[in-house]
Each structure stands twice: as structure tokens, then as C-alpha cells.
């Protein structure tokens, strides 16, 4: 079954990275290679779930995240991210 997009959350560069969990590393890694890694701890979003800024890492390991398309994140808006 397709999830529905509830929210496109706009991907953005920031300059000092926000802290993630040791759980939240640990899960991507596995995923991830290190460049894209690197790149992805730099990265946050405006999450419309928590209403605050999140790092980018928390929204890819969250239960809501869908697909990252273009500079966006695709949410279901159904669970909140794991910090």
C-alpha cells in the first residue's frame, strides 16, 4: 500500500549540525555511506510534527518519513521523530 504524503518539508544546509542520538547514527550507517553521511549531519529541517527544527538524520530514521525528492522530505505526518 502507498502512503500519502501529508507534508513536503523543504531540505536545508545549515551551518553548525544539530546533535543526533547514538541510536539514530547507528541505524543510518547501515544505510548511508560516509560522504552521503557527512553531507546528511549538515542538513535540518523544519519538521511540522515537533514545530521546531530538526536534523535532517532524525527525519530520515523517523517512522513519518516517506522519500527525499528534490530538496524535500516527503512526510506522512503520523509519528513523531526519534531525538
Given at each position: 500500500?502507498?502512503?500519502?504524503?501529508?507534508?513536503?518539508?523543504?531540505?536545508?544546509?545549515?551551518?553548525?549540525?544539530?546533535?543526533?542520538?547514538?541510536?539514530?547514527?547507528?541505524?543510518?550507517?547501515?544505510?548511508?555511506?560516509?560522504?552521503?553521511?557527512?553531507?546528511?549531519?549538515?542538513?535540518?529541517?523544519?519538521c511540522p510534527l515537533v514545530k521546531d527544527e530538526v536534523?535532517?538524520?532524525?527525519?530520515?530514521?523517523?517512522?513519518?518519513?516517506?522519500?527525499?525528492?528534490?530538496?524535500?522530505?516527503?512526510?506522512?505526518?503520523?509519528?513523531?521523530?526519534?531525538?
Open positions: 500500500m502507498a502512503e500519502v504524503t501529508k507534508f513536503e518539508v523543504k531540505i536545508y544546509e545549515v551551518e553548525k549540525p544539530k546533535k543526533v542520538s547514538k541510536e539514530v547514527q547507528a541505524q543510518i550507517k547501515g544505510v548511508a555511506g560516509g560522504k552521503m553521511l557527512k553531507r546528511m549531519k549538515r542538513e535540518a529541517v523544519a536534523a535532517f538524520l532524525a527525519c530520515f530514521a523517523c517512522g513519518s518519513f516517506i522519500r527525499r525528492f528534490k530538496g524535500t522530505v516527503h512526510c506522512a505526518g503520523i509519528k513523531p521523530p526519534v531525538l
